[in-house]
């Protein structure tokens, strides 16, 4: 058992990440039943689809699970009264500010954990009462920090910033960089990628096999005059290619971005118009598994890398 065990109530100290048109209750309740944090990712979901998520999550796992809320959501005070009415007990917030929201949920016993990319971020999210931070890195699908930083260099200098737990994500995809990730300090792991392509992941299966495809190099981290993300290359990828090529600004790519390019390509399956976003780890991804063979698999990786790692030393 460490903090983040502790914390949570779950065995493994993982989190499934909350993904746009992939983590619906299906996959969180289905993480939750085999030992990790489950998590339905809000961000795409009208206040009402949340709340039916939710209660279909209760009913199909006893375990723990989490909500993902954008703080940027534009009905956020629906999100949060549904979230009080249905008695969620784990709030992952992202992408804005941790302050006005946390006392509010720590008030009502929530526990919330807070997603950041630098040392600024971090101390910000302790200030503001946040019970974990996760600290998520460079190689991460889809919202990424502006500063850039990999998994490797994040997670030590935001162990070395906050006495609360820090919780590592972005390019952590198997045991061994479980391993990595908690040889370098951090308390739990939050892994999306390899869930977003599980049998349970609602996304559509032509995505799922364009991921399995990915090779290294397949995904870029682009649109930082937006808000900066990482996608796979395809034709939609190329339009933008083309407009940075010639010279372009904010309002040419909000115009090409146009509106609901993420279900377009996960959950429709439209590999050509859809944004196809994912982390860097999707080049080693090898097939569609359920996450119950995905947990197993991780968890026995872990721990005989972690053998391999002591008889080295022998
Ligand atoms: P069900 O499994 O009962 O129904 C799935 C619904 O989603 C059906 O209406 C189906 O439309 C539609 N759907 C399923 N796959 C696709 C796809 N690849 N492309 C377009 N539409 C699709 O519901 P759930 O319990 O799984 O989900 C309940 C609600 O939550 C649904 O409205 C669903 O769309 C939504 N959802 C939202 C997610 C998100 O991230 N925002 C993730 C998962 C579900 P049809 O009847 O035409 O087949
Ligand atoms: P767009 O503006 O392109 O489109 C909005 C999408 O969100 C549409 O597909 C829409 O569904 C759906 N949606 C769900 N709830 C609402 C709502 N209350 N109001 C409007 N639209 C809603 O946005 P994106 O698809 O780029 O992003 C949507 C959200 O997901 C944002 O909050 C964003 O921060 C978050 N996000 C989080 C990521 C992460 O890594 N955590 C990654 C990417 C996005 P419909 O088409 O059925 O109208």
């Known amino acids: 058992m460490n903090r983040v065990t502790h914390l949570l109530g779950i065995k493994h100290p993982i989190i499934q990440a909350g993904m746009v048109w992939c983590s619906g209750w299906k996959l969180a309740s289905a993480a939750s039943n085999n030992g990790i944090l489950g998590v339905i990712g809000a961000g795409s979901m009208y206040p009402d689809v949340l709340k039916l998520h939710i209660q279909k999550c209760k009913k199909a796992t006893q375990f723990p699970f989490a909500v993902n809320i954008p703080l940027f959501y534009p009905q956020i005070e629906e999100l949060f009264e549904i979230l009080f009415e249905e008695g969620v007990e784990i709030v992952i917030t992202s992408g804005g500010n941790p302050g006005l929201y946390t006392q509010r949920m720590k008030n009502r016993g929530i526990k919330v954990m807070h997603v950041i990319a630098n040392v600024k971020f971090a101390k910000k999210a302790q200030d503001a009462g946040v019970d974990a931070v996760i600290a998520e890195g460079f190689e991460a699908g889809g919202h990424n920090g502006r500063d850039e930083i990999t998994t ?29 990730a908690m040889s370098l300090g951090a308390e739990g792991v939050q892994i999306g990628s390899r869930f977003a392509i599980s049998k349970e992941s609602s996304a559509h299966d032509l995505f799922k096999e364009y991921v399995l495809s990915a090779k290294d190099g397949d995904t870029v981290l682009t649109l930082k005059e937006l808000a ?11 339009r933008i290619l083309k407009l940075y090529q010639k010279g372009t600004n904010k309002e040419e790519l909000k115009e090409l971005l146009g509106r609901s390019r993420i279900k377009k390509g996960i959950f429709e399956g439209d590999l050509i118009e859809g944004n196809l976003e994912i982390g860097q780890i999707s080049a080693i991804i090898e097939s569609i598994d359920s996450v119950k063979t995905i947990v197993q698999e991780i968890i026995m990786d872990y721990e005989s890398a972690k053998l391999n790692l002591f008889s080295f030393h022998d």
């Open 228 to 238: 900066p993300v990482r996608m796979l290359k395809n034709e939609f990828y190329s």
């Open 152 to 180: 490797m260099c994040l997670v030590p200098s935001i162990i070395k910033a906050v006495k609360i737990p820090v919780i590592a994500a972005g390019g952590i995809g198997t045991g061994r960089s479980m391993l990595a």
